[in-house]
């Protein structure tokens, strides 16, 4: 059974960074695209972030060139690191397949002050 445990939100001014973690297990995590989804008060879950089993990245248009997808597949761990936050990226953030399983984690909530 998979479990996906995100971590690393917190309270930031605009502008500011944070580095999010996910550590996956019950999958064979190293074979898997993976992505990185948002959800924002009264707003659909989206998807901001994917990395292919090779690394290859693809970003939403509103996080390009800001938010930065990597993997360690050996630690099964999924990063995401954000720089330049603004107020509108404040959301609660999830790790989960590109293709995502019906389990979610608790995600880790992210709020950017202005």
């Known amino acids: 059974q998979v479990q996906l445990v995100e971590s690393g939100g917190g309270l930031v001014q605009d502008g500011g960074s944070l580095r999010l973690s996910c550590v996956v297990s019950?999958?064979?995590?190293?074979?898997?695209?993976m992505g990185w989804y948002r959800q924002a008060p009264g707003k659909q879950r989206e998807l901001v972030a994917r990395?292919?089993?090779?690394?290859?990245?693809n970003y939403a248009d509103s996080v390009k060139n800001r938010f930065t997808i990597s993997r360690d597949n050996p630690k099964n761990t999924l990063f995401l690191q954000m720089n330049s936050l603004k107020t509108e990226d404040t959301a609660v953030y999830y790790c989960?397949?590109?293709?995502?399983?019906?389990?979610w984690g608790q995600g880790t909530q992210v709020t950017v002050s202005s």
């Open positions: 019950g999958i064979v995590f190293s074979i898997r695209t």
């Open positions: 990395i292919t089993r090779g690394g290859t990245t």
């Open positions: 989960n397949a590109d293709s995502p399983f019906a389990t």
